[in-house]
């Protein structure tokens, strides 16, 4: 039977300032407080002003480090720096999660058909000429990755319309919750769109997706925002159905597939 540590009171009240101080630094950050780039105080500064010991504080930086909001560099000009937020690194804890849980691409692909949607009727609300100035060169660059046969430039091009339409939607908790999933659904487009660009009929699918992104742009211009939406969410759900009935549907998705290879046993002390 494996026996539970036991820590000692003072270790347990230095890991009690460390999240303490932790914590303190994190609404800085997030309130705006401390901005990206700015320099935190010395070691010695930073535990005169806490009153606590190195190991504490060294501990209270790691947590930060951890969470990707400071940058910690060694040396005679090292030190602890503020990063900017980066919403990737919960993205790619969330990725991993529903790699673990088995999760499928179809799956990922319901989720999506029902976040991303609302963009579309969000942008046809409120039409902007920039908005779709990028939305139509989005298609003009999957046409030309169609024509030129690039499989690589194809599955970006289908993934940027998306990322477009998200973004400039207007909503930061429907972005967020999409980017969430964006590298997900762009991994996956790509590795689907890439190992199933040859085979027959998937060129129609393509190009059926390149006309759909031409009538969404016309419906959002024309202010159409219902008809925006629920013509969005039936193509999604369409070519679900047909990109995955060309691949498999219940596989699991793969989040780490362009990772660093593994390394084996014998190369790890």
């Known amino acids: ?94 990725g991993m999660f529903l790699q673990h849980e088995g999760t499928t691409l179809a799956d990922v692909y319901q989720a999506r058909a029902f976040l991303e949607p609302p963009a579309a009727g969000l942008l046809a609300a409120a039409p ?30 289908l993934s940027d319309f998306s990322e477009i339409l998200i973004d400039k939607a207007g909503n930061n908790t429907l972005s967020l919750m999409c980017r969430l999933l964006r590298d997900i659904v762009r991994r996956q487009q790509k590795h689907l769109t890439v190992s199933t660009y040859s085979r027959k009929g998937v060129e129609k699918m393509h190009w059926l997706n390149i006309r759909a992104r031409e009538k969404v742009i016309e419906l959002i211009e024309s202010g159409k925002s219902e008809e925006a939406e629920r013509f969005w969410r039936l193509h999604l759900v369409e070519s679900a159905k047909v990109s995955l009935s060309a691949y498999h549907a219940n596989m699991p998705i793969n989040v780490l597939e362009d990772a660093e290879p593994e390394l084996s046993p014998t190369t790890v002390r």
């Open 1 to 94: 039977m494996v026996q539970s540590e036991q820590k000692s009171p003072s270790e347990g009240r230095g890991q009690k300032a460390a999240s303490r101080i932790a914590t303190y630094f994190r609404r800085a950050i997030v309130t705006g407080n401390l901005r990206p780039g700015d320099r935190l105080l010395s070691e010695r500064e930073l535990g005169e002003q806490f009153s606590v010991s190195r190991p504490t504080l060294r501990e209270a930086m790691r947590l930060l480090e951890t969470e990707s909001l400071i940058e910690i560099s060694r040396g005679q000009h090292g030190g602890a720096k503020v990063k900017s937020l980066d919403v990737s690194v919960t993205a790619r804890q969330v």
């Open 128 to 157: 902007q000429r920039q908005v779709m100035d990028q939305l139509r060169q989005n298609v003009v660059e999957a046409k030309r990755a169609l024509e030129q046969d690039d499989a690589n430039a194809l599955a970006e091009a």
